[in-house]
């Protein structure tokens, strides 16, 4: 992808060079439409004048460019990786999030911060969950769970189907039937891949997914809130639930606990990343855990060596994932089977200890 010019803004905007020129500069006799209309093509395009000229200039910058939608946990562990693996090189890091201006519209806005820093502020990027497919072209562009798997374009993602069927057999192996999903972001390969694998391990299981228990979320924690609801509110509720992400494994567990529900005696709840949240939860988390750190770390030698023009073998890179069980899921009927106490007078539920006690202390005062 080049660099945006004012040539290009001239012509999408279809009036001449001049004209994007005065508009920019605050000069008089452009009409008040003509402005707007320049000024959106400007925005849409990210065409930001001869900021890094003098970098453009001398055709290399040093700066490895990581673009995501927000910092939010799944990308600030990914951008650790990056910052690792560029210890000790003569590489400088610099992150930009596209979409904290307007989350629930993130639509393009890696084509926006590319049209700004390609080939001028950044030497080359790492796209952080894309929202679209980056343009062919010569800057070198790595991409971290992409929108769509390209044989032909750079990327790096994990074992998606594989690592929610994990999840999934796990649950019917503690006897679970009644499971819900809760998926991410639908414009995204790894949420297609993760659905998929939840209904193939169902019917491996020789389960029947409930259309009504499957849901759709987009990997944030306020898009996963009404699905959530939607599965929690079902009149035959599912047992445990298995969610596409950590962010929205942990907005479940929270809507369920304001619902007076147990975790896990009520309800089994998985998810998939392994961000730090994960394992401070409480209780912890089972999840899916992504090798964060090594994502990022593949990305950045990845676009290392694109930057160099080395070929590269492999440009679909596949890593692993690996399933932890935590304290959020547990075999189903353990509410049942945890059996309620009678109360003794003045206290909460008595364990079996206590009311031997009292059976023993009332004897001898018959006695």
């Keep these: 992808m080049h660099r945006v010019t004012i040539t290009d803004v001239a012509r999408a905007a279809g009036v001449s060079v001049s004209t994007v020129s005065k508009v920019m500069n605050g000069r008089d006799g452009i009409a008040p439409a003509t402005q707007r ?4 093509i400007i925005e849409e395009l990210g065409y930001v004048g001869n900021i890094g000229a003098q970098s453009l200039r001398a055709r290399r910058t040093g700066v490895v460019g990581v673009l995501v939608s927000q910092f939010e946990p799944y990308s600030a562990e990914v951008l650790k990786g990056v910052g690792s693996a560029a210890e000790g090189t003569d590489r400088e890091i610099m992150a930009w999030a596209g979409a904290s201006h307007n989350p629930h ?14 080939g001028s502020l950044i030497d080359g990027a790492i796209i952080v969950t894309p929202s679209v497919e980056a343009p062919p072209g010569n800057f070198p562009i790595v991409a971290v769970d992409p929108q769509r798997l ?3 374009r750079p990327a790096v993602y994990v074992d998606d189907e594989g690592g929610i069927r994990s999840a999934v057999n796990h649950l ?3 006897g679970h039937s009644r499971i819900g999903y809760l998926g991410g972001r639908d414009d995204l390969a790894s949420a297609a891949f993760r659905e998929r694998g939840f209904r193939a391990a169902m019917l491996d299981a020789g389960i029947p997914v409930d259309e009504q228990l499957i849901q759709v979320g987009d990997y944030t924690a306020v898009g996963a809130a009404g699905p959530a ?19 929205s494994a942990l907005r479940v567990i929270s809507a369920a606990q304001d619902r007076g529900l147990r975790i896990p005696e009520d309800l089994s709840v998985t998810g998939f990343d392994d961000v730090p949240e994960a394992s401070r939860a409480v209780p912890g988390l089972t999840t899916v855990a992504q090798p964060l750190h090594a994502i990022g770390t593949t990305a950045f030698n990845m676009l290392l060596d694109l930057m160099a023009g080395k070929e590269i073998a492999e440009l679909q890179h596949r890593l692993p994932t690996q399933f932890i069980v935590r304290g ?3 075999p189903v009927g353990t509410a049942r089977r945890r059996r309620r106490w009678p109360t003794v007078a003045g206290s909460a539920a008595a364990s079996p200890a206590q009311l031997v006690d009292e059976q023993v202390a009332a004897a001898d005062r018959q006695g």
């Design 328 to 330: 959020s899921t547990a």
């Design 229 to 247: 609801a939607a599965l929690l509110d079902h009149p035959d509720r599912p047992t445990a639930i298995v969610a596409a992400n950590d962010v």
């Design 105 to 118: 519209a993130p639509t393009g806005w890696e084509r926006k911060l590319l049209g700004r820093l390609a």
């Design 37 to 40: 209309h320049v000024r959106g």
């Design 172 to 174: 019917v192996g503690l």
């Design 150 to 152: 390209n044989p032909g």
